[in-house]
């Protein structure tokens, strides 16, 4: 089944201790992508990958940092969160271009205390 | 530069009347347009898309949308609401000059009663 995976999907964690969220398709996406979600912002963009080893920031990516190492795996690494990094966390994946829709997974909710 | 307005931040609506969300884009480019669902807990969803084709877009589920340039317009419809709708609709422009990049708009939450 073709799928955006991310892990874990509920993680509560205290200001400053270093996290990953891992995020992996199976698709053979070439690009893919980090939101953040929060109440009438809707969705922005955190870092994204166009491909492999090549990385771009987005709208809010302060605080945050990503790899791209293989194509399938990109993770979202907090070296030391804030509680203003408390919110819902997507990633996504498509084949590339303007006309390629996104495939999420389905969320992980971060609380940093 | 690019950006999106999605007009109603809530729309109530009863079982088996229409839909409609509104969205306004604004696009320095010929942007392609997408609406997305959220249901609770879960990821987007894509229900359809616009890529200068076709003006009138028929997505999943019933939905359509009408690209309208002169109004800078995507409006999302359904005919007859189902209690399954109740969710967050995001409407989303992209344009290849602009890198690739999506801008969301802030969502529209849909509440069906029955």
């Known amino acids: 089944e073709a799928q955006v995976t991310q892990n874990p999907r509920y993680l509560i964690t205290v200001t400053g201790k270093k996290l990953t969220v891992t995020c992996s398709q199976n698709m053979n996406h070439e690009y893919m992508s980090w939101y953040r979600q929060d109440p009438g912002l809707g969705l922005r963009q955190i870092y994204y990958s166009m491909n492999v080893e090549v990385t771009d920031k987005g709208d809010v990516p302060e605080g945050y940092k990503v790899s791209r190492k293989e194509k399938r795996n990109f993770p979202l690494i907090l070296e030391s969160p804030s509680p203003n990094q408390t919110s819902l966390y997507f990633c996504?994946?498509?084949?590339?271009?303007?006309?390629?829709?996104?495939?999420f997974g389905n969320g992980t909710r971060l609380t940093v205390t | 530069a690019q950006s999106v307005t999605q007009l109603d931040s809530h729309v109530s609506v009863s079982e088996g009347t229409p839909v409609l969300l509104r969205c306004n884009y604004s696009?320095?480019?010929?942007?392609?347009l997408f609406w997305y669902v959220q249901h609770p807990n879960k990821g987007l969803q894509l229900l359809l898309k616009y890529t200068s084709a076709a003006t009138l877009v028929k997505g999943i589920n019933g939905f359509e949308a009408e690209f309208k340039k002169s109004e800078t317009s995507f409006h999302l419809t359904k005919p007859s609401a189902h209690m399954s709708d109740a969710a967050e609709y995001f409407c989303?422009?992209?344009?290849?000059?602009?890198?690739?990049?999506?801008?969301f708009g802030g969502g529209t939450r849909v509440l069906v009663k029955p």
């Open positions: 996504a994946s498509s084949q590339g271009g303007n006309n390629s829709p996104l495939h």
């Open positions: 989303v422009v992209s344009a290849l000059a602009a890198g690739n990049k999506l801008t």
């Open positions: 696009s320095s480019y010929s942007p392609s």
